[in-house]
Each structure stands twice: as C-alpha cells, then as structure tokens.
C-alpha cells in the first residue's frame, strides 16, 4: 500500500538552527510531492511542492525541498530557523495518475527563542 | 481571493445524531475533496469531486458517510448515526482541475472540527 513516513515527530529546535525534516514514501510510480505547514491555530497551508524538472524546489519562507528519487525521499530543509517557525509540517504524495493526497503523520516543530 | 470556507468550525452532537459539514470552495476550482484528521494524524482522503460528480469515494469509511455537490461549487459531507469514532477535523481542499500527471496542488480549508460524546 502507499504510505508516506514522516521520521520525526516531533523537534525542537533553538533559533538560527538548522532544519531538515525527512519524507520518504512507497510508492515505484512518478509522483508529485508536496509540504505543507500548518501553524498554530490556522489551517493547512502550503510550503512548496514538486511536479517535475529541478529536484531541489525552493518554497515560502526560505523553505527548500530536495526530491531524491533513487531515495524515494523528499526532506525539506531550512539553514536558519526563527521562532515563527513553530508549526506542524505534512509531508504529502499525489501518485501520478490519482488525485488524491497521502499524507505523513506529520512532525511537530518548536523553535526555541 | 478568497480561500476555502468551511462551516460550522466546531461541531458537536450526541451519538446517533445526524450532522452535516459544508465547504464552500475556491472559486473556479472544479475540483473538491475531503480528508478527515484524527488527532495525531495526517490528514486521510474520503472522496473526491469533479464538478457535480464524485469521482471517487473510495475513503468513505463507510455507508454513513455520503457527500454531495450539486451544483459544481458547494459541497455537504453527512453523517448518519454518529459514532464517537467519527470525532476528528474534517478538511476540504480545492483545486483548479487535475492534471494527467497527477493531482493538482490543493487548498485547504480550516476544517470542522466535529466531537461526538
């Protein structure tokens, strides 16, 4: 079945860290990718997202992602973290063909003032 | 623009109750889902929308659960007979249309969250 692994659940951080949060998923097809952010009391918004060409895609807020295929990864990276960061981050999967989400369990960041 | 709306924001019923969730989509957006949220889980897909028709309800846990979208825009999740398993965040997100690559990007709603006791 397709699933999508979101390792850490939760992090915290101080300001000025760096982030990376991991996203593999199963799935042997072509895939569109995507990370959303959901901050406190707001709703899904999304961070950035891959369809095609460039691996590395850069999205809002100094927010990057690199697509690593062989790795059927998709980490999502920041250098330098601020505490407007705190937030619960998804990562998400639209297998080609399908137009339906799957989603991570999500990784609950706390960035330290 | 205007986003994804959803009403009432918080629902809360008594088991056995009937309940009904709408989202107003963005507009133009032709297509229209809806994910249920369980607390300390990603959001799961229950059906989709292609303008009036569901094009797939696989995600439906069951035949409690029905959704409607009758004229294209507009859409209502029921539930019959509420369970208290049914008590989680429903989502709806929209998109502009699907590609033949795959989904198109999704906007989300802020969600209904519904609480059976």
């Known amino acids: 079945a397709q699933s999508v692994s979101q390792h850490n659940h939760h992090v915290i951080l101080s300001e000025a860290a760096s982030l990376e949060l991991g996203c593999n998923y199963s799935?042997?097809?072509?895939?569109?990718l995507f990370w959303y952010v959901q901050y406190p009391g707001q709703h899904l918004q999304l961070l950035l997202k891959?369809?095609?060409?460039?691996?590395l895609v850069k999205g809002i807020k100094g927010f990057e992602a690199e697509f690593i295929k062989s790795k059927f990864s998709f980490n999502l990276r920041k250098p330098s973290v601020q505490w407007s960061d705190t937030a619960e981050y998804f990562c998400a999967v639209g297998p080609s063909g399908t137009y339906k989400y799957i989603f991570g369990t999500g990784t609950r960041l706390k960035v330290l003032a | 623009g205007a986003g994804v709306s959803q009403t009432p924001s918080n629902k809360v019923t008594e088991k056995g109750k009937y309940v009904e969730l709408r989202c107003d989509p963005i507009?133009?957006?032709?297509?229209l889902y809806w994910y249920r949220q369980s607390l300390g889980q990603g959001p799961e897909f229950l059906i989709y929308f292609q303008g009036t028709g569901a094009a797939d309800d696989s995600g439906l846990p069951n035949d409690r659960f029905f959704a409607v979208r009758p004229e294209g825009s507009v859409s209502t999740l029921k539930i019959q007979r509420t369970e208290r398993g049914d008590s989680a965040v429903y989502l709806c997100?929209?998109?502009?249309?699907?590609?033949?690559?795959?989904?198109?990007?999704?906007?989300f709603g802020p969600g209904t969250r519904l609480t059976v006791l």
């Open positions: 997100a929209s998109s502009r249309q699907t590609s033949g690559q795959g989904a198109d990007t999704q906007y």
């Open positions: 507009s133009g957006h032709t297509a």
């Open positions: 799935y042997g097809g072509t895939v569109n």
């Open positions: 891959y369809f095609s060409g460039d691996p």
